[in-house]
């Protein structure tokens, strides 16, 4: 099996509310007391710039030169990884550090699809979206339905919309819908989970993401869960997943790396400071341990 490169990617500047920057060093923490896979081969961290973050609603570009500038580096580190041959698990860090991990790895492997675990679609462009957040765009600029001003750092491939799953998205913006239509990115609803199981809309997922690429990027938003079980997060959506669910998802990812479908991974949006004795970022851990011991 390839050697695991784990990535601290310690940013909150994608979003309004302060926190998720916290997030990825309190889920590696004490690594080697949950995971025991002897091909982690380390922990690289990287924090955002030391500035004052825009919180101007107005502004719809909020923070977009720190944004661009931790990306093109966590992008090129991501890169480097890959191109070891090892396999990177991004930890955010707001959804928008997704923008580099996954541009970094369909560079790499050139022809990729995208399962996108969230509560959110993440499919707004800069005319769409109503706060100007900039983790509200990510999957649309991965997809090229807006790469405008966010991803100047990436010469290569961007994923065909055609091959986009979102798997758990419940709050999805009115504005924001025709964009995922009009894409063709599937969708498969918190009801759809709950209805089918995990399992079958995992496997779904897969095949869409997969049919005709080379492999598969995953990245899994931790409010894909119910914020009653899993209150640390910086954008809660109500009605979401049970953590029987949540775990199904993990272990079904698992399976998919373990038969090299899945060439990188993210696990994001933890915010420490919205936790409640520490809970959701137990269940992070517990995600972390599932999908790579």
């Known amino acids: 099996m390839k050697k695991i490169s784990l990535i601290d990617a310690c940013s909150d500047l994608g979003v309004h509310v302060d926190g998720a920057k916290f997030g990825p060093e309190a889920i590696t923490k004490n690594l080697n007391t949950y995971i025991s896979n002897p091909n982690i081969e ?39 990884i890959l191109k070891n041959e090892n396999f990177p698990v991004t930890i955010g860090g707001d959804h928008v550090i997704a923008i580099a991990s996954a541009l970094a790895s369909i560079k790499k492997h050139q022809n ?20 100007g957040n900039l983790h509200g765009l990510p999957l649309a600029v991965i997809a090229n339905y807006e790469k405008k001003l966010l991803a100047d750092f990436h ?10 799953v979102i798997v758990g998205g419940r709050d999805i913006d009115p504005w924001e819908m025709p964009n995922i ?12 989970i709950h209805k089918y199981g ?11 993401a997969s049919n005709g690429t080379n492999g598969v990027h995953i990245s899994y938003d931790l409010d894909v869960i119910d914020p ?66």
């Open 42 to 80: 380390g922990v690289h961290v990287i924090y955002s710039q030391n500035v004052k973050k825009e919180l101007e609603k107005e502004n719809k570009k909020k923070n977009l030169a720190p944004v661009n500038e931790f990306n093109t580096r966590l992008y090129n580190l991501v890169y480097e």
């Open 181 to 192: 239509k009009n894409a063709g990115v599937t969708v498969f609803s918190t009801e759809d």
């Open 155 to 164: 010469n290569g491939n961007f994923y065909n919309p055609k091959n986009a």
């Open 198 to 208: 995990a399992e079958e809309i995992l496997n779904k997922a897969f095949e869409i």
């Open 228 to 293: 009653k079980i899993a209150p640390g997060v910086s954008i809660p959506a109500v009605d979401g997943i049970n953590l029987d669910e949540a775990y199904e998802i993990a272990n079904i990812i698992r399976t998919y790396i373990k038969n090299n479908f899945v060439k990188s991974l993210d696990l994001v949006e933890l915010n420490p400071l919205r936790d409640v004795d520490n809970v959701t970022e137990k269940i992070a851990k517990n995600i972390l341990k599932i999908i790579l011991n």
């Open 112 to 131: 990729l699809g995208i399962i996108w675990v969230d509560a959110h679609g993440d499919f707004n462009t800069f005319n769409s979206t109503s706060s």
